[in-house]
């Protein structure tokens, strides 16, 4: 795994459950993640123009391999991830109600457990929840995908998904990581 808070690469070795060529593709991999994190701090214009070519609807149809391909369907998780959200929002309100703290005028009831959210608000967290949420599965996707480019340009790795060997896209795919890498 790739820590960009500490700046460490820790991978955890196990010779007997996996062979050399596989080390040398999770190296690569998670290398991979760390590049694109510096890049992402020293050239966001280039990161964010990769992002939009993967995840333009043309590539987004032959995803490079199937474990990256899993955060471009990623709605009913975040669905679900609000289903639990709202529930302690509702939870909270019925409490505030409960109290009859509405009614109170010393108890401030705009922040804290004392805070009761009317379902315009309700409405406006989820629509910021559900951007904050599609924002971050395209960079993990973006992410994924760049560290997928780079096991197999620098040659640790031959996995792709089925069939995209044949697709015009994988040019696409190479010229979206050169441009990425071009100083």
């Known amino acids: 795994s790739w820590s960009n808070e500490r700046g460490v690469l820790t ?20 290398t991979g993640h760390a590049d694109w994190h510096m ?28 474990y ?27 409490y505030v109600k409960s109290l009859g703290i ?15 959210y009317s379902d315009d608000e309700i409405a406006d967290m989820k629509k910021t929840f559900f951007e904050k949420h599609e924002k971050w599965a395209k960079q993990v996707y973006a992410n994924e995908t760049h560290s997928a480019l780079s096991e197999i340009v620098h040659g640790t790795s031959t996995r792709m998904k089925k069939g995209l060997k044949d697709s015009p896209n994988l040019q696409k795919y190479f010229k979206a990581y050169q441009e990425l890498h071009e100083t």
């Open 11 to 30: 991978i955890n070795i196990d010779d007997s459950a996996i062979d050399v060529k596989s080390m040398y593709t999770t190296v690569q991999h998670e």
């Open 102 to 116: 509405d009614k109170m005028k010393d108890v401030p009831t705009d922040t804290g457990i004392f805070k009761s």
């Open 39 to 66: 890049l992402n701090e020293t050239s966001p214009e280039k990161t964010k123009k990769f992002t939009d070519t993967v995840m333009s609807d043309e590539m987004r149809n032959t995803p490079v391999t199937t």
């Open 68 to 94: 990256a391909s899993k955060y471009l369907n990623t709605d009913e998780l975040t669905e679900n991830l609000w289903q639990q959200k709202v529930k302690k929002i509702k939870a909270q309100n019925r």
